[in-house]
């Protein structure tokens, strides 16, 4: 397997800029007091975000899909992102099993 440079370096460009964001956004909040409404629309970016991702499938795919991403939109009110996709896929796989 090879890798050609401007992969590489595209590559290693991107995982630079995402960890300088999240430091910097991590930095910057260390000395900012946030007010009760600003901590509910930052609580409110991880479920809008996992549904831009889930969102598309559940109109794209088949019923299975669709049942997945409903259940991962429940799970995703009670419990953390990375959990709720898995739970989700999880679905996925049992429905498709099942024959949906």
Known sequence: ??????TL???LAMASATALTR??????LRF????????RLLDAIPPAVLA????????AAGIAEAVGC????????RLP????AAIGAVTVAIARAGGL
């Open 81 to 84: 992102m990375l959990p709720s």
């Open 1 to 6: 397997m090879t890798v050609e440079p401007s």
């Open 70 to 77: 409903l259940v991962t939109a429940m799970a995703a009110t």
């Open 32 to 39: 900012v007091t946030l007010s009760p409404r600003s901590k």
């Open 9 to 11: 370096i595209a590559i």
């Open 52 to 59: 831009a991702v889930v969102a598309p499938t559940a109109f």
């Open 23 to 28: 430091l910097g956004g991590l930095l910057i």
